[in-house]
């Protein structure tokens, strides 16, 4: 065969897989979606113990049918690094249902994490069908399955091909892995956007740039990267407690302090801000009129209810929690330098810790731009992921990347 040919093959592969990934987290997402509509709209109990049973549940069906391991983020990157395929289908089912239950209780994870399980699965699949495949085409069909599911999700392709090339390293890209990504996440997101449409998932005010703006994103990336280190050192702590305490305890826990974190947020807002992955969260942050205490209460449900998840043994990803903890900061500021449209610093704000976060700067950038539709973000968001590269160096939320 070719080289030519061979690429063909490859780029119409990463398709297919970006297709089947879409699909898969299509029906997730809504399924979802539809349970946590109904749980929140329940008396206001039924939440807090939903999330708390929903942790046990997790711990539960993670021990017996998943192999002990997750569907998250961590998986592919850990995979991207192996020259061969390691992952075990036969667990796929065990850990999407952990996956399932984790997120349709309300815990404070997001989606992202089983849908890029889920493309690295689908790409595992097509290699063991095809043992001969070569470890760089494992890889690029990898690149394309992890590009596929942030795309579905997010409705970002160009975000989902970015991060999964950016993910597996801290502060630089798969580059080689191009092409296949752009197949793949394009695929995921016309499967979603056919059955779903398409418009901004944050649909904002049309955001004006001024160089007043975009000096005070550079000061905003500073104040961002302080509170990403006390978010990063939650979610690092928190993963090192699964080899400290047996997985019952750590749910039985998590669960009630997930429910403790609820109650607190609903007592300060009236809104179920601790649960969920945190998209209400943004929206909540750009309405007017929350008092600074407020403010600095949810930041701290939004900076540790993920982490009390991870620690339970909970399963999802921390795309949006990281981004709706960086919004809540992006208001702060907003408020702070007292300006009238709160819209770009809760942008940047959420951009950046996404960015600090995983260690990927340009996703964060792409994909606020991609959320929102408005290319005026840009600008600020690249200066303010400068400023916060100063201040968090190489740090990340995932143990398995590699510099």
Request: charged share 15%; aromatic share 6%; proline share 5%.
């Amino acid at each position: 065969m070719t080289d030519q040919r061979r690429w063909v093959l490859r780029l119409a592969v990463s398709a297919m897989i970006g297709v089947v990934t879409g699909l898969v987290v299509l029906v997730l997402e809504h399924t979802v979606d539809d349970i946590l509509k109904e749980i929140f709209e329940a008396p206001v109990w039924v939440p807090a113990a939903v999330v708390a049973a929903g942790a046990i549940v997790t711990a539960v069906i993670t021990r017996f049918l998943s192999g002990n391991e997750t569907a998250t983020t961590e998986v592919y990157v850990e995979e991207f690094h192996r020259d061969h395929p390691a992952l075990e289908p036969k667990h796929a089912p065990g850990r999407l249902l952990a996956a399932f239950t984790t997120l349709a209780s309300g815990a404070p994870l997001g989606m992202e994490g089983p849908a890029v399980y889920t493309g690295s699965v689908v790409a595992g699949l097509v290699h063991r069908r095809r043992p001969q495949l070569t470890a760089e085409t494992h890889h690029a069909l990898l690149v394309a399955g992890a590009a596929a599911g942030i795309a579905a999700v997010f409705k970002a392709p160009a975000a989902g091909a970015i991060f999964a090339m950016e993910v597996p390293f801290r502060g630089r890209l798969a580059g080689e892995r191009v092409l296949p990504a752009i197949f793949g996440s394009a695929a995921g997101y016309l499967t979603m956007a056919t059955i779903d449409g398409v418009k901004p998932e944050l649909e904002v005010p049309l955001i004006e740039l001024t160089t007043g703006r975009v000096l005070g994103s550079i000061l905003l990336g500073l104040v961002v990267g302080v509170a990403a280190l006390g978010v990063i050192g939650l979610v690092n702590a928190a993963e090192s407690l699964h080899h400290r305490f047996p997985a019952w305890i750590r749910a039985l826990v998590a669960g009630a302090a997930l429910a403790g974190l609820y109650a607190a947020g609903r007592g300060m807002t009236g809104e179920p801000v601790a649960l969920a992955s945190g998209n209400s969260v943004i929206d909540w942050a750009l309405q007017p009129d929350h008092a600074v205490a407020v403010l600095v209460g949810v930041f701290q449900l939004r900076a540790v209810g993920p982490a009390v998840s991870i620690a339970g043994g909970g399963v999802g990803g921390l795309f949006i929690p990281l981004m709706a903890a960086g919004a809540v900061v992006g208001r702060m500021f907003s408020d702070a330098v007292n300006v009238e449209d709160l819209s770009l610093y809760v942008i940047v704000g959420a951009a950046g810790m996404l960015g600090a976060g995983y260690a990927v700067p340009l996703t964060g950038v792409v994909f606020v731009a991609e959320y929102t539709g408005q290319a005026t973000v840009i600008v600020p968001a690249l200066v303010a992921m400068a400023a916060i590269r100063v201040v968090v160096g190489a740090r990340s939320v995932s143990p398995n990347q590699l510099d």
